[in-house]
């Protein structure tokens, strides 16, 4: 689960990064609008990561020099950039919507590194664009810190997702609920195509658009389903198996997106577009973040099926795509969609078998996992640092493990699953030292509560960036113990279990 980092030798000035856009260059104005960003007043950089700089072998040195600002913060633009904003549409809430598209975000190209991946560079913030609808086409310093703090957690903790490389702020103005400053984040990932950019095409009923897309998607991102006898098919089998992977570790670490419309969903199983989101403090598998969704579609426990439910809207939109009569591509996509639940399934189990300690299989393992759970829910009990402390789980006959089964109210309940779960542990035969630390490596200590969120934010808008690189350096390493920051893995004080969060950013 632990992040590989990479090392590469080569590192780049900022005049030696080679810019393209295969995506423009490849395809055409059906599917994006060209524009250049629009500046922010009184731009200045919030916060740099070193870390994706390494992704596209850019010498960390260069976000010191006036030019990276300058390229990276909207205000001018790299000579080799080709700006443009995607196209896109998407099921919203479940209803759809014929057109979106990047209505504050432009991608300004991608860069190439010596491995061979690509890395799109987008601006998010940076000013209306044609498909900004009734938007001011920004982004607020708030959203932007979430977003560039809670991509960066996210990948530490091994999970996929965009990535950030910088973020500026601003002195311009920015009306939500109450006036805010403009920022902007420059964003990472190999593509930011969506489940929606195929939507948009299937329900304009432009088929003959779909095509180039996919062709488009493939050879850049997916060159090993090029081989494949029916690759639009194969193409839908894989998204169809990331999505149900990435769903599956959001459980696992107990992290809700909050808006998992159609064009939230990346076509290449990432992570993509944080804005509500939120991870579980207490073990509420109702839980919903986003104060705009009454309904609770996207509550922590709905994600699963409505994974489920989005990719069946994208495999409607590929249907033109497969090979065979309609009624036999629409088998062919059901029979790919019937996988996705055995999949998430499967791994979700394999996960959670891991967050216990069990390394190998047995019967009740689902039993006794789904029993926890409840009696979790029914004393609220902290996710995180439960599965954390679990880790020292003390098996022997006599041992009361007072530490965990004070976090129940039920304790007596509490001792009843102990001891089941030291009969399991028993046919390990692994040592206590040696589970936990597998453990460890599965239950995350640092994670981006809210209430951590929230305080980088407060300080950050007072002009004080210094909690937002703090912040950011702890949980780089979330799997680890850090005696010197033992506060920031503390559940959170009263105010912090109320914070609402609003879909506006
Ligand atoms: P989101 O819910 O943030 O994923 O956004 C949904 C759609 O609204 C996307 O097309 C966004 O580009 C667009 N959008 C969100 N906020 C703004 C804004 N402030 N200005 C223009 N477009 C926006
Ligand atoms: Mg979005």
Redesign the pocket.
Known sequence: MRPWRHHYGRMNKLEQLTFSNSFARRLDEHYFARLDPTPLAGSHLVAFNPQAAELIELDPDEAQRPEFLCWFGGEALHPEAEPVAMLYAGH?FGHYVPQ??????ILLGEVRNSRGERWELQLKGAG?TP???R?????VLRSTVREYLCSEAMHALGIPTTRALCMSGSEEEVYRERIEKGAMLLRMAPSHLRFGSFELFYYRNQFERLKPLADYLIEHHYPELLEQEERYLALFREVTRRTAELISQWQQVGFAHG?M?T??MSILGLTL?Y?PFGFLDDYDPGFICNHSDHGGRYAFDAQPQIGLWNLSCLGQALLPLFDGEPEEAAEKANAVLSEYKPALDRHYAEGMRAKLGLQQVAENDVMLLRDLLKLMQQSAVDYTRFFRALGGFDESPNATNDQLRDHFIDREAFDSWASRYAIRLGQEGVSAEERKAAMNRHNPKYILRNYLAQQAIDRAEAGDYSEIGKLHTILQRPFDEQPEHEAYAEPPPDWGKTLEIS?S?
Do not use: P
């Open positions: 919203q979106l598209g990047d209505g504050r975000a209306i498909f900004s609808r938007g001011d086409g920004r982004a808006v419309n064009d939230n577009d804005g879909c950013s």
